[in-house]
């Protein structure tokens, strides 16, 4: 045996081997052992697209634009090809948009909502929408521009901002001093302790108050305070009152004999003396009455019933 | 006008010298080519030496050949993953990385290898059998040196040139998917997909018949310059020199107008 003519024979054995298999895997991959599956895009205008431009679904290209021409009516018909394996994804509720991104190449994009729907038939013609990035750019470059204008006004030297800022940066500065947030709010450190002061009077203040009030709820309300003298006072002013009413009761019966008297004067004058001392005792007592009453409760009042 | 004249003259004679060479050379790959035609030609004898040849350019040196790519390949795979990934382009890495090293690189340090080895020893050595009388007496004893000699190599290095570029280049997909992906076979639909894309038959044409040209340059430069040799023993080196310079040139010529077809 030829160990020079085994070597070279193994190598060129094992090289066709590999060949052949790379070629079958390349065919393999390049879909020759497929279907081809067609499918017809219609479009208003074919800016961006050319023979090779990928077909993707989900970020995945699944095909490739083959040819593309105009039709009778002026509209762009653009041609594109997928592997069988790939045509699943192509449905009948499927939407093609053209993607043109600002950084490389345009390409169809393939988004199918419903796997569930049925599968375009070969040869099918579908609408080819349009999302154009850079059409939007000069209308976002002019709001931009504005906000940019806006920010710029502001921020500009001696404006709004800075002024706040400046003001900000004192009362800040204010507040790291003796007496703190009150005197950044206050202004001064005087006045800051001004009002440190009245808080202080206000303390003492409501000290005294304390013990006034307790004075003054001894006085009015413990155990003959007061109040209990009052309400003793009025107990009597109501005998009194009562008193009174009878004494009144009589004087008007006495009035009702000197009528009655009147009227038969003539039958006697020894009778009107008496009615006279009748009337003064009633009136003295009323009198009397009323000072007492007068003793109890302070009636700035002539202490006086005036007879007629 | 005496130095202009002289400038003018020495410039006629390089571009005089340079047609002879190409015209030499072109001559001897028609010869070559018609040789090759000939039934007579393809007999046990010839095919032997062919065999020798190519066990000597590519057998003999396909572990160290291998071991190189694998490293270079390796080498590139990794710094190509990981600018991708700095700049985010991760996706476009399997793209590169075949273009880079199947397409470009493999080929090119392929045929500079059989070109430093075998190149060079074919040079020597036909620029001796010239010094050495040799051919003639080979012709005299009804030994064609074309068809026994020259034949082979040239047929040899075409051969080789080709199956290590491509052993080479499988070796570099193997790497790119096992750097990309890892041990497993989750990538194997992308990676299919990517090498679906990238080898049309236009590249696969073109890549072939870049390396057959890579081949031919490699051995058919050098039986030119060595058959060119004066026969004097001291020119040996000098025709050597030579063979080299322009097949280095050739090559880098090749590889030149391949990438202006492919990509321009």
Same mark, same amino acid.
């Given at each position: ?27 393999? #991959? ?12 219609? #479009? ?265 | ?65 291998? $071991? ?19 700049? $985010? ?86 790497? $790119? ?28 044409? $073109? ?58």
């Amino acid at each position: 045996m030829n160990k020079l003519h085994f070597k070279v024979g193994l190598f060129a054995a094992a090289s066709l081997v590999l060949a052949a298999v790379f070629i079958a895997y390349l065919l393999h #991959a390049r879909g020759f052992f497929e279907k081809t599956f067609h499918l017809q895009l219609a #479009a208003t205008s074919a800016d961006g697209v050319a023979p090779g431009v990928p077909v993707v679904f989900s970020g995945i290209e699944i095909g490739r634009v083959t040819t593309l021409g105009l039709n009778e009516n002026g509209g762009i018909i653009i041609h594109t090809e997928f592997l069988g394996r790939n045509a699943k994804w192509l449905k009948e509720n499927s939407t093609f948009t053209l993607d043109k991104p600002i950084v490389g190449g345009a390409k169809i994009r393939v988004d199918s909502p419903d796997l569930r729907a049925p599968a375009l038939p070969d040869n099918a013609t579908m609408l080819l929408l349009t999302s154009d990035i850079s059409k939007e750019i000069p209308a976002l470059v002019e709001r931009v521009k504005a906000i940019l204008a806006n920010v710029e006004y502001l921020t500009r030297k001696d404006g709004e901002i800075n002024a706040t800022l400046a003001s900000v940066k004192t009362v800040t500065g204010r507040m790291t001093g003796e007496y703190g947030v009150l005197e950044g709010v206050l202004g001064s450190p005087e006045k800051a302790r001004a009002v440190t002061d009245s808080l202080d009077k206000t303390r003492a203040l409501i000290t005294k108050l304390d013990a006034l009030t307790a004075k003054t709820d001894q006085w009015l309300f413990a155990q003959d305070g007061m109040a209990e003298q009052t309400k003793a006072s009025l107990a009597q002013v109501r005998l009194m009152l009562n008193d009174a009413q009878s004494s009144l009761k009589k004087a008007d019966a006495v009035m009702a004999n000197a009528v009655e008297i009147s009227a038969n004067v003539k039958d006697g004058t020894q009778d009107i003396a008496k009615l006279r001392a009748e009337i003064d005792d009633a009136v003295r007592k009323a009198n009397g009455l009323i000072n007492e009453i007068n003793k109890k409760w302070p009636f700035a009042r002539e202490p006086e019933v005036k007879l007629p | 006008m005496n130095f202009l004249a002289a400038s003018i003259e020495s410039l006629g004679a390089k571009v005089v010298g340079w047609f002879t060479v190409g015209y030499g050379m072109f001559a001897f790959l028609a010869q070559a080519g018609l040789l090759l035609l000939e039934p007579a030609t393809w007999n046990r004898a010839t095919f032997d030496v062919v065999v020798k040849q190519i066990y000597f350019t590519a057998v003999q040196i396909l572990h160290v050949f291998l $071991g190189y790519a694998l490293v270079i390949s390796w080498l590139i795979i990794t710094i190509i993953l990981s600018t991708a990934r700095d700049f $985010g382009l991760t996706e476009f890495a399997s793209e590169m990385t075949i273009r880079v090293l199947v397409l470009e690189l493999l080929p090119f340090l392929t045929a500079l290898f059989v070109a430093l080895r075998s190149g060079s020893a074919i040079n020597t050595e036909v620029a001796l059998m010239q010094v050495n009388n040799e051919l003639d007496a080979l012709a005299h004893c009804k030994v064609p040196p074309m068809q026994f000699e020259f034949l082979p190599r040239l047929i040899g290095g075409v051969v080789s040139v080709v199956t290590l570029a491509g052993l080479a280049g499988l070796l570099a997909l193997l790497m $790119g998917y096992l750097a990309i992906y890892g041990m497993n076979v989750a990538g194997f639909e992308p990676y299919t997909r990517t090498i679906a894309k990238i080898f049309d038959f236009r590249i696969m044409a $073109g890549l072939i018949a870049k390396c057959a040209l890579f081949g031919l340059a490699v051995t058919l430069i050098p039986v030119t310059a060595g058959l060119e040799t004066p026969k004097k023993l001291f020119m040996v080196p000098v025709s050597v020199l030579r063979g080299m310079m322009r097949v280095f040139f050739a090559i880098v010529a090749i590889e030149v107008v391949s990438l202006a077809l492919k990509y321009i």
